[in-house]
């Protein structure tokens, strides 16, 4: 498992801790400038140093197609580029992460200096993490801290969370037939909810029976594999 930690973390303290106590063979690294890595944590220089992790992952014997890639907030933007750039890994988690970093940007800088924001982050900054995974066709699990605040654009809404947009794209991606402007709203009525009423009250109002969706998902699994078509 190779570990992309997130912002102000190190791969001491993060996820490859976490991954290693499980009994997984883990390859951490730090962000250039995190730690005693040197460079600057600038998107190039993240791109360069992900590809040198990769390169020596394989140098120790671990082919693409048995090595999972494990990210955690910012760490999202080297994993979705190691996924594009080595489309043959086993799989790709992103945890607590974003689709675009601009909108997080905006909405914590004023108002009249959206324009300068967005041109430092196009030309220095940029993390387009959805527009990097959707080149990955490889298993991929997201994990989406709804309470994350650091996610949300606006504070205390859950709708507002960029991992639900990185989801929702992934999923038009992925699933144009099950995800499209007709099953948006849905989706996004389900971000929204707190508590297991409100998903029972969504339940009821589009009419969802979790014994019929369960028994086709099966038969489906049965009868072809349990690999469920993508289009």
Partial sequence: MVCCDGNACYYEVGGAQIAAKAGYSVLGWNHPGFGGSSG??????????????????????FQPKHIVLYSWSIGGYTASYAAKTWPNVK????????????????????????????????NHLK???????????????LINR??????????GIMASNRGNVLFENIMME???????????????????????????????DVGVDNDLCEAMVRSYAQQHSA???SR
């Fill in 146 to 155: 709804m309470f994350d605040t650091m996610m949300m654009t606006q504070p």
């Fill in 91 to 122: 799989g790709v988690i992103m945890d607590a992460t974003f689709d675009d970093i601009i909108p997080l940007v905006l909405a914590r800088m004023p108002e009249f200096l959206a324009g300068l924001s967005c041109a430092v982050v196009n």
């Fill in 227 to 229: 690999s469920l078509p």
């Fill in 127 to 141: 993390l387009d993490n959805f527009e990097q995974i959707r080149h990955y066709k490889g298993p991929l699990l």
């Fill in 40 to 61: 600057l944590p600038f998107p190039a220089q993240e791109r360069r140093a992900i590809d040198a992790v990769m390169e020596f992952a394989v140098h120790l014997g």
């Fill in 174 to 204: 992925r699933f144009p037939k099950l995800m499209d402007e007709d099953t948006l709203p849905i989706f996004e009525r389900l971000f929204s909810a707190r508590h297991a009423q409100m998903l029972d009250d969504l339940r009821r």
